[in-house]
């Protein structure tokens, strides 16, 4: 056998190898993404919530099975209510601290919920979106039996984003709040994962494709410009498919401090208060 045979077949064979091992890399991940997406931190079923103000905690059932954990932040308001969808990382004991100054700042009842597999929901960690926004259709549904007379507001903060616009495009609230959004999970995960096509994802949530649709809702976007987790172009994209949608940029803002900048709680308190009662 020639030495360029010898070499043209350890080529086909490494080639083989490489295809082999890039399959069940690709596999692996696709069965995975939840474990990708999701970093959940789990709280034990007596663990104390410590949180300023009026909270109250109570849990909620899923039809799919399992149980949601939320807490209500100033139950007994009477301006209206935000139900508040949290990022892909931590609790409640964290992110309830996010719905306490809401409430504290603008005077509303603030509903807030962990994802199953976080906190004291229970349940496996989702494996699509649909028990997310089953998650959070049925929270909806419970704050409408019990305060049907008050305005909803629909609050969902980068993964939340994208179950807020899903539940307004489903049913249209007072007002819906979108802090640091994506277009969509599957182009966000094509951006950082180049190799893998959009269709790869199990998660899609797309606010693209929602967001026009959801015509006759107030919306306020709020992102920063040196967002390193989901690009401010994400944001700035959203706001131009929806014209009449208030875009507050934070110069310097990151993913996280937003309500640091001084022009935070004034923007989502007037937008609040500017709704329709």
Known sequence: MSLNMKLVRRLVVLSGCVLLLASIGIGLFYFNQEKVLFFPEVLPDNFKFSFPGEVRESNIKLGSGGSINYLAFNPGSTKGLVLYFHGNAGSLKDWGFAASDIAKNTGWGVWIMDFPGYGKSTGPLPKNEKVLIEMGRALRDEISREKPQLPLVLFGRSVGSGIATALAFEKRPAGLILETPYRSIAKLGHEIYP???????????????????????????????????????????????????????????????????????????????????
Do not use: C, M
Request: hydrophobic share 40%; proline share 8%; aromatic share 14%.
């Open 195 to 277: 190799f893998l096509p959009e269709f790869f994802s199990r998660f899609d949530l797309d606010n693209e494709k929602l967001l026009p649709s959801v015509d006759s809702t107030p919306v306020l976007i709020l992102h920063g410009t040196s967002d390193s987790v989901i690009p401010f172009k994400h944001g700035k994209f959203l706001s131009e498919l929806k014209p009449q949608a208030r875009l507050v940029i934070f110069q310097g803002g990151d993913h996280n401090n937003l309500d640091n900048f001084p022009e935070y709680w004034p923007a989502v308190a007037s937008f609040l208060s500017g709704l329709k009662k």
